[in-house]
């Protein structure tokens, strides 16, 4: 059975404006939606890619064959540079899913990431979606920074309602993904980090992509053909969603 969905976003109000134009400050432990370490802790990317191979009854993590991230072929952040100017992406109400997440900055909510997995949740729930990724090994929360996304139903922005990564810091890089439950769905951005040094940057998404279609295969999930939602994004985003159903 899976576990039970993790609490709404009862917040009633936008999230504050950044008055400085940075990043909020990283969230140290408030966006997990109710969700738990898995048993002995955060699992190292090292201890993760080794169990590649192994069977879904030690985990699942046999899906995980991440790319390198140590650094990356451009040394600019693909997060700082906004929308591709050549993305012809979907409204936000035209769709279940989110299409981007978002970041505030001087009181304006700029799209920094594309929504690149989605699961229609017509025989699952949010919760059997974040088991599924704790029991391959992504434990959560990370030290991150928050970013929401719009909720079409409510008709404002909400912070993640849940989110992971392969280690806390991800000191040599990291898988790394933020959810949210919208509209009957829920909503992935997937990415591998490069290198905290001293800041991450965006590795890859077609890679993180990748890896979460394989991790939810393993798990018995259904892979479907992509959505098309427009968002092309650097490094190598190509506008396309995954669909994975139970």
Not at 82 to 91: F, I, N, P, R
Request: net charge negative; aromatic share 6%.
């Amino acid at each position: 059975m899976g576990e039970p969905d993790p609490p709404e976003d009862l917040g009633g109000s936008d999230p504050p404006e950044d008055l400085g134009g940075s990043d909020p400050p990283e969230d140290l432990g408030g966006s997990d939606g109710g969700g738990s370490e898995l048993p002995g802790g955060r699992l190292s990317r090292r201890t993760l890619l080794r169990r590649a191979g192994a069977s879904l009854g030690v985990g699942g993590a046999g899906a995980l064959a991440l790319p390198e991230a140590t650094g990356s072929h451009d040394t600019s952040d693909p997060e700082t540079r906004g929308v591709d100017a050549d993305a012809e992406a979907l409204a936000e109400d035209e769709v279940p899913y989110g299409v981007w997440h978002y970041k505030p900055v001087g009181g304006e909510m700029r799209p920094t990431a594309p929504i690149n997995v989605v699961f229609p949740l017509e025989a699952a729930t949010f919760g059997q979606v974040t088991a599924t990724c704790r029991r391959a090994g992504l434990a959560g929360p990370p030290l991150e920074y928050v970013r929401f996304a719009w909720d079409r139903d409510r008709e404002r922005y909400r912070r993640q309602e849940w989110t992971a990564a392969e280690t806390a810091v991800g000191v040599s890089g990291r898988l790394h993904v933020r959810c949210w439950k919208l509209a009957g769905t829920a909503s992935m951005q997937a990415h591998v980090d490069t290198a905290a040094t001293p800041k991450h940057r965006i590795h890859t998404y077609s890679g993180a992509r990748d890896a979460v279609e394989r991790l939810f295969r393993e798990a018995g999930w259904t892979v479907a053909d992509p959505v098309h939602l427009g968002n092309d994004k650097v490094p190598d985003h190509d506008g396309f969603a995954s669909v994975i159903r139970r």
